[in-house]
């Protein structure tokens, strides 16, 4: 008796779908012109065939805006939905998988390894090439000259000779030509160290801040499949998330978000209510976007993943 009246129920949305589509004078196919979907979609209603339309949510998202299309009641429709149709879970296997991000912390310790390994042989090496054996006074090696590096110095300019009859003026011009060639050393030096221009230093550029987390919080309505990913590609959140519940997640923006039942969904970023716009929806009242590090709610591009 209790299959007969869930029968007769589920049969009811089909019937109830479809008289309504014909008491407005739409055709199958104007009714999913109307609705941005597929003809299957609104075919396999009426047929109550909703195994074809995937996951749970799916199906509830599609009832719904048909019901609003032709003036049904949505919530009566649900409700005979739910009671007679067991949960379907979501194929995990057809929702893309984030790219895992390798950890170059894992690299950093056998880095310091080795580094602190060449230190070490370096200073032991220093250390040996200072602790020679003192040389005995006798010995070969103790007469051997020491080498003398040459000093470099600049040339000093040699004064033009100076004709002069006598002794006394001749030597008087001597001993004033060394002193006046050294100043004029000292003024060359001295104006090619004015002339020459200051080292500039190179400064490093200043590192971008990094961005500080960003606190997300769900809150469910209804039945919702969420995926959360923060700007290192780390999962934040992977689940279905239950009617009149709320998850609160952190990680560090942008924030990648994917809404399996939108309008079952509202969002609060750090503390301040952000409603999901509707440029970010989709015909299947799935929503995919980017949380800023603004706050605000954008668009995901085609290539940005999902």
Do not use: C
């Not at 600049?154 to 001993?175: C, H, R």
């Amino acid at each position: 008796m209790s299959g007969e009246t869930g029968s007769e129920k589920r049969s009811g949305i089909g019937a109830r779908l479809r008289s309504g589509r014909e008491r407005m004078g739409l055709t199958l196919l104007q009714a999913a012109e109307k609705l941005h979907v597929d003809p299957k979609v609104v075919e396999s209603l009426e047929a109550e065939r909703f195994d074809a339309l995937g996951a749970a949510v799916f199906v509830r998202g599609h009832l719904k805006h048909y019901a609003e299309l032709i003036g049904e009641q949505g919530p009566q429709l649900l409700e005979l939905y739910a009671g007679t149709t067991p949960p379907v879970q979501p194929d995990l296997t057809r929702i893309p998988k984030a790219t895992p991000v390798s950890d170059p912390s894992r690299l950093a310790v056998p880095a310091l390894i080795v580094l602190i390994g060449f230190a070490v042989v370096g200073i032991v090496w220093w250390v040996l090439q200072g602790m020679g054996a003192p040389v005995p006074p006798g010995s070969p090696a103790a007469a051997r000259p020491v080498p003398i590096e040459p000093q470099l110095e600049a040339p000093l300019s040699e004064p033009p000779p100076v004709d002069t009859p006598a002794a006394g003026p001749a030597v008087t011009a001597s001993a004033t030509q060394p002193a006046q060639s050294a100043g004029a050393n000292a003024n060359g030096n001295a104006g090619a160290r004015a002339a020459s221009p200051p080292i500039a230093s190179s400064d490093t550029p200043a590192q971008p801040a990094a961005a500080s987390p960003m606190d997300l919080v769900l809150r469910f309505s209804a039945d919702s499949w969420v995926e959360v990913y923060d700007a290192s590609g780390r999962r934040l959140f992977y689940d279905i998330g239950s009617a009149d519940s709320s998850r609160k997640l952190t990680g560090t923006p942008p924030l990648r978000v994917l809404l399996g039942n939108a309008a079952g969904v509202s969002l609060d970023v750090n503390g301040t209510s952000a409603p999901v716009p509707d440029s970010v929806m989709r015909n299947d009242d799935t929503a995919q976007f980017f949380i800023n590090r603004s706050g605000r709610i954008v668009r995901a591009r085609p290539g940005d993943g999902g």
